[in-house]
């Protein structure tokens, strides 16, 4: 197999020429499962745009099959590069490989793949497992000594942000026995599901009055649930405390009603930094770290939320 970033005089000499050119991207997104996905996708070809990039996008609909049939398209259209958004963690080397021997750079976007380092020029993201930390440092805070059955709504089984948000999560309850997760189950990361998955575990704890908090993976899921917790005739924000993971405008929403009590941000500008590094390495075969962090700040209700949902709420969300 080829080596995709063996730079050579000749590749150098090559590519030099091309930045002026306009560039051909493939970009295979997981899906609209969520507004944050939805903003990454608008702002990546916001950003393609800007930069005179011919961005060719492909919708997987949460299907991995899609996008590795997508990847060997791109790949057989001969694309300058290829953007990332994997839908799971598993399952990339083959398709990867035939991008590497093709010599198109492959660059994972806000996720992760459990494939060889050399099959992908870098992979733009958050540090998820760090995430998950944030969320659950805020909820020991909160709590105190307090008892706290927590429940969990995961995102889609098998995807690196379930696994590491999952864990950063439990990483900061560690030592904390008064806090207890006593239910966790995917809700694929969409609103209908967090709702649904919210249902049940309501059911499962008399009524929601056996629940001192509510962690999701994302925010979406959290929306979902608060619905579910309205209709049970709790106060979602303080019957069941929420934290969950993105930082999309409806939770800001729902933090200035009273409804949400913290996020964590995981910025959906992930192709800027992937441009970034692109436009190098066609410049001059400069090649990029193999993994460029984003920053996850928290947000809670005393962080003016309306004034934040005003910010994002034309993002494409």
Known sequence: MKTLFLTTATLIAGTAGMAAAQQTVGFSQIGSESGWR????????????????????????????????????????????????????????????E?????????????????????????????????????????????????????????????????????????????????????????????????????????????GQDICALYAHNDDMALGAIQAINEAGLNPGEDILIVSID??????????????????ELTPNMAGPAFDALEAYWADGTEPEKFIQTDSTLYTQSDDPMAEYEARKDLGY
């Not at 750079?105 to 992908?120: C, M």
């Open 99 to 207: 991008a590497a021997e093709a010599e198109i750079p492959v660059i994972l976007l806000d996720r992760r793949v459990d494939s060889a380092e050399d099959l992908y020029m870098t992979a733009v993201g958050s540090d998820l497992v760090h995430e998950g930390e944030v969320a659950g440092d805020w909820l020991v805070g909160e709590v105190g000594d307090e008892e706290c059955r927590v429940v969990e709504l995961e995102g889609t089984t098998g995807s690196s942000p379930a696994i590491d948000r999952a864990t950063g999560f439990r990483n900061a309850l560690e030592g904390h026995d008064n806090i207890e997760i006593v239910r966790s189950q995917t809700g694929d990361f969409t609103r209908s599901g967090g709702k649904e998955v919210m249902e049940s575990f309501l059911q499962a704890e008399g009524g």
């Open 247 to 264: 930082a999309v405008p409806d939770i800001f929403q729902a933090m200035a009603d009273g409804d949400a009590n913290a996020t964590v």
């Open 38 to 97: 939805a903003a990454e996708t608008t702002l990546t070809r916001q950003q393609a745009e800007e930069r005179g990039i011919n961005l060719q996008f492909s919708d997987a609909q949460q299907r991995q099959e899609n996008q590795i049939a997508a990847i060997r398209s791109f790949v057989a259209q001969g694309v300058d590069a290829i953007l990332l958004a994997p839908v799971v963690a598993t399952g990339w080397d083959s398709v990867l490989e």
